[in-house]
């Protein structure tokens, strides 16, 4: 957790196994489910927004970020290539961290 204004979420960060990309992308249940809601109860305990990193083995890690998160920071990661998912009230969007990254923190 951080106080910069330019840095508004909590991150949760999950290294298992037991998921895949193929099914959060066919809004089938998923262990990504239940980490999400760890990250937004952690969001707001800490009236933050939710920020949720992911990988298994061999894969590159993503992050995850709500689709309605209305920070700034999240509309200046535009250029970032998102994958939009939904699964029952969950809608997100998923990206690649390294593309993540490479947003230098002086455009946020």
């Known amino acids: 957790m951080t106080t910069a204004q330019r840095f508004p979420w909590t991150v949760e960060v999950k290294f298992r196994e037991g998921w895949s990309l193929e099914n959060l992308e066919r809004a089938k249940p998923s262990p990504v489910w239940g980490w999400w809601e760890q990250a937004l109860e952690q969001a707001r305990e800490q009236c933050a927004w939710p920020m949720l990193w992911l990988r298994h083995s061999r894969e590159p890690w993503r992050m995850m970020v709500a689709v309605?998160?209305?920070?700034?920071?999240?509309?200046?990661?535009?250029?970032?290539?998102?994958?939009?998912?939904?699964?029952?009230?969950?809608?997100?969007?998923?990206?690649?961290?390294?593309?993540?990254?490479r947003v230098l923190p002086s455009g946020w």
């Open 68 to 101: 309605d998160d209305p920070s700034q920071a999240c509309k200046l990661l535009s250029e970032v290539p998102w994958l939009r998912l939904q699964y029952g009230p969950h809608r997100v969007q998923l990206g690649l961290a390294d593309e993540v990254l």
